[in-house]
């Protein structure tokens, strides 16, 4: 059976995992997803990310980050562009999550970028989620 929201089911394993504490999450590969792990890791919410082309798909596997308290660093993820409900910004209405503490991932012209980095270029596009 296919499935209708790939990148939501990447946020929802990312979730699970850190709710139960895993050490790493697997998930189905994709080039949205491996350039999100890719933010995730330079903004410091998860340690390493590794691609795996074992099948005819592969796999990317996340390795969670956690604090010396082994609290989690990931404390929300939320899908904001949905298949039902796109939702896209322009450069200057891109919100800030958590007054700034969190980030927003952006799929822009110019690639997928944090709302910071797309503030910067002066560039809008659609808003794939919230990470805090």
């Not at 059976?1 to 590969?29: E, G, H, Q, Y």
Request: net charge positive; hydrophobic share 35%; aromatic share 6%.
């Amino acid at each position: 059976m296919s499935m209708s929201d790939p990148f939501a089911d990447m946020l929802t394993r990312v979730r699970n995992a850190c709710m139960v504490k895993f050490d790493s999450v697997d998930i189905p590969l994709s080039s949205l997803k491996v350039d999100v792990a890719k933010i995730l890791k330079e903004e410091g919410y998860i340690n390493d990310f590794h691609v795996h082309k074992e099948d005819t798909q592969g796999v990317l596997r996340i390795d969670l980050r956690y604090d010396q308290n082994h609290q989690k660093v990931i404390n929300g993820l939320r899908r904001v562009s949905k298949p039902g409900r796109r939702v896209y910004v322009k450069s200057d209405n891109i919100p800030k999550v958590m007054s700034g503490l969190g980030i927003a991932i952006i799929s822009t012209s110019k690639g997928v970028m944090t709302d910071h980095q797309a503030r910067k270029s002066g560039v809008g596009g659609e808003l794939l989620c919230e990470v805090w």
